[in-house]
């Protein structure tokens, strides 16, 4: 029987979805797709929406989300919810105490339908592990390990793949994945979901 996954985030999950008559995109969901056509009977459907926070995340969760009864819910968010910080400090942000709490609601909220659940470690800002982005980014990133051993879910440790990689040129701005960096991520989900499932 087929399974439904979402996969759910931001700009770097929605990755030109909305240009694709498939509403899959070009980014590291279209490469999981790819690799597990062969292998698994499984819809994969993106839902990633450019500049969203974990705040957007909520507000549309029902939505985007929990009205499509997924088997499985892959969640990547976080980058813009530090990024904000840094080129829009005049706009209302979000701070690791709110971040936590929403994302908490958000999964505490899931809890019910039984999907099993993928967290994905915000990846980077600037490819440089010294940059303010990245030092700024610590907290939510240990925030999604705190809530992934909670819920259960299954940790995707891209921040660290994305820290410890020898590769270069893994963005086209710090921040948007370049072929490269939706490989990596890609590969991380899926060494991450191999093992899990094997367990």
Same mark, same amino acid.
């Given at each position: 029987m087929s399974q439904k996954w979402v996969f759910i985030g931001d700009s770097i999950t929605e990755c030109g979805r909305f240009e694709d008559p498939q509403d899959i *995109?070009?980014?590291?969901?279209?490469?999981? +797709?790819?690799? @597990?056509? +062969?292998?698994k009977e499984v819809e994969i459907v993106n839902r990633g929406v450019g500049g &969203?926070? %974990? =705040?957007? /995340?909520a507000a549309r969760w029902e939505e985007d989300v929990l009205s499509l009864k997924p088997d499985l819910?892959?969640?990547?968010?976080?980058? &813009?919810?530090?990024?904000?910080? @840094?080129d829009q400090p005049k706009m209302?942000? %979000?701070?690791?105490?709110e971040f936590r709490e929403v994302f908490d609601k958000i999964l505490a909220g899931t809890k019910h339908t039984g999907a099993? !659940?993928? /967290?994905m470690e915000p990846t980077i800002i600037e490819e440089n592990n010294e940059s303010k982005g990245n030092q700024m980014l610590i907290p939510y990133v240990e925030i999604v390990r705190e @809530?992934?051993?909670k819920? *259960?879910?299954? /940790?995707?440790?891209?921040? =660290?793949?994305? /820290?410890?990689?020898?590769?270069?040129? @893994?963005? =086209?701005?710090?921040?948007? #994945?370049?072929?490269a960096g939706n490989r !990596? #991520?890609?590969? =991380?989900? !899926?060494e991450a979901f191999f093992a899990a499932e094997h367990n």
């Open positions: *995109g070009d980014g590291y969901v279209k490469m999981i +797709q790819d690799e @597990l056509m +062969q292998k &969203n926070r %974990v =705040t957007d /995340l819910i892959s969640i990547s968010i976080g980058i &813009n919810d530090v990024w904000r910080q @840094l209302e942000q %979000v701070y690791p105490g099993e !659940l993928y /967290l @809530l992934a051993a819920y *259960g879910a299954t /940790l995707v440790p891209t921040h =660290t793949a994305f /820290l410890q990689t020898a590769q270069t040129d @893994l963005t =086209t701005d710090g921040v948007h #994945m370049t072929d !990596l #991520m890609a590969d =991380t989900w !899926l």
